[in-house]
T-cell receptor
Framework: SQQGEEDPQALSIQEGENATMNCSYK?????LQWYRQNSGRGLVHLIL?????REKHSGRLRVTLDTSKKSSSLLITASRAADTASYFC??????????FGTGTRLTVIP | EPEVTQTPSHQVTQMGQEVILRCVPI?????FYWYRQILGQKVEFLVS????????KSEIFDDQFSVERPDGSNFTLKIRSTKLEDSAMYFC?????????????FGPGTRLTVL
């Protein structure tokens, strides 16, 4: 299966701290995406990193990709209570679908 | 900002009944998708749709399921003879380009409860 697996499954931090979530996958990919899901809501796209990229930034988000280790990490700096959500990595399962991981549940305590 | 919309937000049905979940993708998008998420589990791909036909489907998407784009704006998922295990959140998504190479925009989901 190409599905990603995130760790940790749950992470609880204080507001202002940084949060790091990791994703591992099993087969070669063209790109990897990170999505956020607030409780009971739809998924919101955060960032896409292509297989030939090693690092990408978007605001307070930093994503790294190590294709040799088949892993990616999502760093959220200076976390806020509003960052509380589940975070999923998704790999390309084909030309037109995504395989989602199990997610990391992030809780940011004000 | 354009967004994907889904109706209804919650659908309750009896086992064996047919349901139709509706989605309005972003207007200039060409690729459409359905995913589902059983409570507490990961989001699973069901089907992708492009140029008025299914482009990819998963093992979950068997003969019980069908999709249709009946007009220029709606994209529907029909589930025939629903089973208890079909209870889940169903998400519609759309993208301007191929889904694994481009951002997919997700709707808020329809919670399906099969009794």
């Amino acid at each position: 299966s190409q599905q990603g697996e995130e760790d940790p499954q749950a992470l609880s931090i204080q507001e202002g701290e940084n949060a790091t979530m990791n994703c591992s996958y099993k087969t070669s990919i063209n790109n990897l995406q990170w999505y956020r899901q607030n409780s009971g809501r739809g998924l919101v796209h955060l960032i896409l990193i292509r297989s030939n990229e090693r690092e990408k930034h978007s605001g307070r988000l930093r994503v790294t990709l190590d294709t040799s280790k088949k892993s990616s990490s999502l760093l959220i700096t200076a976390s806020r209570a509003a960052d509380t959500a589940s975070y999923f990595c998704a790999t390309d399962g084909g030309a037109n679908n995504l395989f989602f991981g199990t997610g990391t549940r992030l809780t940011v305590i004000p | 900002e354009p967004e994907v919309t889904q109706t209804p937000s919650h659908q309750v049905t009896q086992m064996g009944q047919e349901v139709i979940l509706r989605c309005v993708p972003i207007s200039n998008h060409l690729y459409f998708y359905w995913y589902r998420q059983i409570l507490g589990q990961k989001v699973e791909f069901l089907v992708s749709f492009y140029n008025n036909e299914i482009s990819e489907k998963s093992e979950i998407f068997d003969d019980q399921f069908s999709v249709e784009r009946p007009d220029g704006s709606n994209f529907t998922l029909k589930i025939r003879s629903t089973k208890l295990e079909d209870s889940a959140m169903y998400f519609c998504a759309s993208s301007s380009g191929q889904g694994s190479y481009n951002e997919q925009f997700f709707g808020p989901g329809t919670r399906l409860t099969v009794l």
